[in-house]
């Protein structure tokens, strides 16, 4: 499986972005997907998941109220919509995806596979 992420770039604090990572491969074998975020001299952090069958989603609560996960089965693309966003949101946005049923979905090690990553910068 292969992740293509896209739709980073530069935006005022208050503005929006939508990221999207497209999947490749055997993306018949996948469960779920999420996007995580690593800024500057900072850990990597989850920021939301959803999976691929029923559509079950959940949010880190900084993301909570201003960022959607959504997913297109059909071109099998998940999206981030980040709307209000604030210069702390700046980071790498990566997307992942799993294989099975994991418990932990906020845990990066319970993804099978990466995308290469896409910078987003908000400035205030």
């Known amino acids: 499986v292969q992740l293509q992420a896209s739709g980073g770039g530069l935006v005022q604090a208050g503005g929006s972005l939508r990221l999207s990572c497209a999947a490749s491969g055997r993306i018949v074998s996948l469960y779920g997907m999420a996007w995580f975020r690593q800024a500057p001299g900072k850990e990597r952090e989850f920021v939301a998941r959803i999976t691929w069958g029923v559509g079950i989603t959940d949010y880190a609560d900084s993301a909570k109220g201003r960022f959607t996960i959504s997913r297109d089965n059909a071109q099998a693309t998940v999206f981030l919509q980040m709307n209000n966003l604030k210069p702390e949101d700046t980071a790498v946005y990566y997307c992942?995806?799993?294989?099975?049923?994991?418990?932990?979905?906020?845990?990066?090690?319970?993804?099978?596979?990466w995308g290469q990553g896409t910078q987003v910068t908000v400035s205030s």
């Open positions: 992942a995806a799993s294989r099975n049923y994991r418990g932990s979905y906020y845990l990066g090690n319970s993804y099978d596979y």
